[in-house]
T-cell receptor, first 114, second 114 residues
């Protein structure tokens, strides 16, 4: 059974700092990996999706990398801002489950202080 | 596009009552699914559908029923609510265009069972 772990569980940084969120998964037979953002009391917003054949994806100040063989992904946030404060969730879709089932990590709760 | 919509936003039920959580999407996505989010447990898949008329169970299906009569709608029914079903419920949809299967989530329904 796929297990997804996110470290750290919580992170507090001053504004302007570059930071890295980590995600690891136990089964490398994945179809894709998605990073989401969740604000308190809100739904999930998709940030980046990486296909299993890709190494990284970028969107603005966000860069996500994938090392499928080692079961790891990182989300890099450049020049963090208070508006980046949220919980960040990593989720993987297995090769047999594409489109149907995501296995989620527990999330990293990020606070960016002004 | 409204994306994925869910109603109601909040609901309080008494033990034993039944209700239906509504989910609709206007993106013509083939795949739809229901997740529940609980503190310390993350998001877990309840049921999913790969198209109209086709549904299947996820990780935690007990106590829930689904049907998919149209591409747009995927309601989740609680037959006899129990306190253990107190949770936040998210509906998601995804599509296979370009084989990405990127998943989009609704805003959630916060359910309390007393």
């Amino acid at each position: 059974k796929q297990e997804v772990t996110q470290i750290p569980a919580a992170l507090s940084v001053p504004e302007g700092e570059n930071l890295v969120l980590n995600c690891s998964f136990t089964d490398s037979a994945i179809y894709n990996l998605q990073w989401f953002r969740q604000d308190p009391g809100k739904g999930l917003t998709s940030l980046l999706l990486i296909q299993s054949s890709q190494r990284e994806q970028t969107s603005g100040r966000l860069n996500a990398s994938l090392d499928k063989s080692s079961g790891r992904s990182t989300l890099y946030i450049a020049a963090s801002q208070p508006g980046d404060s949220a919980t960040y969730l990593c989720a993987v879709a297995g090769e047999a489950d594409a489109g149907n089932m995501l296995t989620f990590g527990g999330g990293t709760r990020l606070m960016v202080k002004p | 596009n409204a994306g994925v919509t869910q109603t109601p936003k909040f609901q309080v039920l008494k033990t034993g009552q039944s209700m239906t959580l509504q989910c609709a999407q206007d993106m013509n996505h083939e795949y739809m699914s229901w997740y529940r989010q609980d503190p310390g447990m993350g998001l877990r898949l309840i049921h999913y559908s790969v198209g109209a008329g086709i549904t299947d169970q996820g990780e935690v299906p007990n106590g829930y029923n689904v049907s998919r009569s149209t591409t747009e709608d995927f309601p989740l029914r609680l037959l006899s609510a129990a306190p253990s079903q107190t949770s936040v419920y998210f509906c998601a949809s995804s599509y296979s265009r370009l084989s990405s299967y990127e998943q989009y989530f609704g805003p959630g329904t916060r359910l309390t069972v007393t």
